[in-house]
């Protein structure tokens, strides 16, 4: 082990151990500075799981490869979120740790949902205007088959359901048991 002594800022000494042996490769200056930006994988995995994903099921697939998906997806469009604050913060000269990740979330969100508001009718006008132009019939045949079908993850519950109009069951009787015990004799 490789043990790294330093004080921020006058206070307390911080010990850093280390399996990083090669001191020109990795200098104790560099490791104490990276050590405190160590945090920064916790808030990435939080920004995943609570503010971008939602307050919802873990993942709604049910086969691994479609939880292999959707884990992709959730990994692009964190990285792209990134991305845009990465800009922000280039662009204005600070520090990206100073940009919130919600509120860049949320005005993403919203100009998504403005986009698609006014989608149709922009696909309305295209698709018209093509059709004048080519003069032809836009059908795009027959639509092919879902790869994959989506299932709907039920909670799991205490309480057992029963569809209305059905009678309930009789409670479950168990036959009383009668246990014995033999006195072992020792000589």
Same mark, same amino acid.
């Given at each position: 082990?490789?043990? #790294? ?8 000494? #911080?010990?850093?151990? +280390? $399996?990083?042996? $090669? ?14 930006? =160590?945090?920064?994988?916790?808030? &990435?995995?939080? !920004? #995943?799981?609570?503010? !971008?994903?939602?307050? !919802? ?6 086969? *691994? ?7 992709? &997806? ?7 979120? +990134?991305?845009?604050?990465? !800009? ?29 508001? $006014? ?11 093509? &059709? ?12 092919? @088959?879902?790869?994959? $079908?989506?299932?709907?993850? =039920?909670?799991?519950? @205490? ?15 168990? *036959?009383?048991? +009668? #246990?014995?015990?033999? &006195?072992?004799?020792?000589?």
């Amino acid at each position: 082990m490789r043990v #790294i002594e330093y004080r921020v800022d006058g206070g307390e000494v #911080i010990r850093l151990l +280390t $399996d990083l042996f $090669d001191h020109d490769a990795y200098p104790a200056r560099e490791l104490a500075v990276l050590y405190h930006e =160590r945090w920064e994988v916790e808030s &990435a995995y939080r !920004q #995943i799981k609570t503010f !971008q994903r939602g307050r !919802q099921e873990v993942l709604r697939s049910t086969d *691994p490869q479609l939880v292999r998906q959707e884990v992709w &997806a959730h990994l692009v469009v964190h990285h792209c979120l +990134t991305g845009i604050i990465m !800009q922000l913060a280039d662009s204005n000269g600070i520090d990206p740790d100073r940009i919130s990740f919600v509120k860049v979330l949320k005005h993403t969100r919203r100009s998504v949902v403005r986009q698609l508001a $006014d989608t149709p009718p922009k696909i309305r006008r295209f698709l018209t205007a093509l &059709a004048a132009k080519v003069r032809r019939k836009l059908d795009s045949g027959t639509r092919r @088959l879902r790869e994959a $079908d989506r299932f709907l993850k =039920r909670p799991n519950s @205490l309480y057992s359901y029963r569809p209305k109009g059905k009678p309930k069951a009789p409670p479950r009787r168990v *036959p009383a048991r +009668t #246990i014995t015990l033999q &006195a072992a004799i020792v000589q």
